[in-house]
T-cell receptor, first 115, second 112 residues
Framework: ETGVTQSPTHLIKTRGQQVTLRCSSQSGHNTVSWYQQALGQGPQFIFQ???????GRGNFPPRFSGLQFPNYSSELNVNALELDDSALYLC??????????????FGQGTRLTVV | GENVGLHLPTLSVQEGDNSIINCAYSNSASDYFIWYKQESGKGPQFIIDIRSNMDKRQGQRVTVLLNKTVKHLSLQIAATQPGDSAVYFCAEYTNAGNMLTFGGGTRLMVKP
């Protein structure tokens, strides 16, 4: 167990709907990163949040947005869902003061299916 | 754009043998290289990392080798066990970008 928890574990949505995914970070971690993992592929970086602000973004459209709260937990919001958004969404927590490597942990992911 | 890739999509080994998983990368500015293990239904699990100024790092039953000349990374698993069966990803981390770039993964299958 990594201490990073994501909810829900599975979700089915209809194309065009909106979805919110949640992540609670590891104790002592102040940074949360979100990744999208399509079936059979490696995770793709969506964005990172530090001190409640976006601190880096990958090649994802603006309908992917996020929030980080004072307790360092985070939300990923996706608007106007498309079929290609079906994937495993992973949250990783880390401490910006310690860099990455051994200090970063992934949650178990949320499996989103868009129909 | 720059990316991290893997040479072999599937690797099948006999229990007790050593496994070697390879990875090529293209971003010479990366600060860390990391190997993750991902079992079905779970998130990536950190195995071992290596800084860009190192050539080799050893952990428990695992060794990572970094060859910056040819931009190649490898993960060696000694005495492979059935519990090692999973998909393995190499990833590179750049402090400037605050992001991990993952390769496509190699599935390791351990035969009893």
């Amino acid at each position: 167990e990594t201490g990073v928890t994501q909810s829900p574990t599975h979700l089915i949505k209809t194309r065009g709907q909106q979805v919110t995914l949640r992540c609670s970070s590891q104790s002592g971690h102040n940074t949360v990163s979100w990744y999208q993992q399509a079936l059979g592929q490696g995770p793709q970086f969506i964005f990172q949040y530090y001190r409640e602000e976006e601190n880096g973004r990958g090649n994802f459209p603006p309908r992917f947005s996020g929030l980080q709260f004072p307790n360092y937990s985070s939300e990923l919001n996706v608007n106007a869902l498309e079929l290609d958004d079906s994937a495993l969404y992973l949250c990783a927590s880390s401490s910006v003061n310690r860099g990455w490597g051994t200090e970063a942990f992934f949650g178990q992911g949320t499996r989103l299916t868009v129909v | 754009g720059e990316n991290v890739g893997l040479h072999l999509p599937t690797l099948s080994v006999q229990e007790g043998d050593n496994s070697i998983i390879n990875c090529a990368y293209s971003n010479s500015a990366s600060d860390y290289f990391i190997w993750y293990k991902q079992e079905s239904g779970k998130g990536p699990q950190f195995i071992i990392d290596i800084r860009s100024n190192m050539d080799k790092r050893q952990g428990q039953r695992v060794t990572v080798l970094l060859n910056k000349t040819v931009k190649h990374l490898s993960l060696q698993i000694a005495a492979t066990q059935p519990g090692d069966s999973a998909v393995y990803f190499c990833a590179e981390y750049t402090n400037a970008g605050n992001m991990l770039t993952f390769g496509g993964g190699t599935r390791l299958m351990v035969k009893p």
